[in-house]
C-alpha cells in the first residue's frame, strides 16, 4: 500500500513539523510513515494523520485507475468514469459485480436527474 501523505500535505500546504503536532504522533514516526521507511504504519496513526489533513483514509491510499480491473475496455472506461465523478463515486464503491448494461443504466439514471436541475 503506498500512502499519498506527501501529495495531500502539498496540496494543503502543510509541513511534516505541523502534520506531526496537528496528528498528534512524534516527528520520527511520522516522517519514517511519509517516506515509506514503516511500511505497516498502524491504522491509528494513519487515522491521526488523515484527520489533521482533513481527508478520509480512502484519500490518503494511493488511488489505482478503477478500469484496470476490467478486461472489456468499455466497461474500463465507464468504470473509470464513474470513480472519477465524485457523485458516482459511492455507487462505484459500494457494487462489486455490475455487468456493462447496469453501470450505463445507472449513469443515464444520475445524468438524467442532475440535468433536471438546469431545465
Known amino acids: 500500500m503506498t500512502l499519498r501523505i506527501r501529495e495531500i500535505m502539498k496540496e494543503k500546504k502543510i509541513g511534516n513539523k505541523a502534520l506531526a503536532e496537528a496528528?498528534?504522533?512524534?516527528?520520527?514516526?511520522?516522517?519514517?510513515?511519509?517516506?515509506?521507511?514503516t511500511t505497516n504504519p498502524s491504522l491509528d496513526s494513519?487515522?491521526?494523520?488523515?484527520k489533521a489533513l482533513?481527508?478520509?483514509?480512502d484519500d490518503l491510499v494511493e488511488d489505482r485507475r478503477a478500469g484496470e480491473f476490467f478486461n472489456d475496455p468499455e466497461v474500463a472506461e465507464i468504470v473509470q468514469e464513474m470513480h472519477d465523478r465524485p457523485e458516482l463515486k459511492t455507487?462505484?464503491?459500494?457494487?462489486k459485480k455490475v455487468t456493462k448494461e447496469d453501470i450505463?443504466?445507472?449513469?443515464?439514471?444520475?445524468?438524467?436527474?442532475?440535468?433536471?436541475?438546469?431545465?
Open 23 to 37: 496528528s498528534g504522533l512524534p516527528i520520527g514516526t511520522l516522517n519514517k510513515i511519509i517516506y515509506g521507511e
Open 46 to 50: 494513519i487515522k491521526a494523520i488523515a
Open 54 to 57: 482533513g481527508c478520509t483514509l
Open 91 to 95: 455507487l462505484f464503491s459500494t457494487t
Open 104 to 119: 450505463e443504466f445507472v449513469q443515464a439514471f444520475i445524468d438524467k436527474i442532475a440535468n433536471k436541475d438546469d431545465e
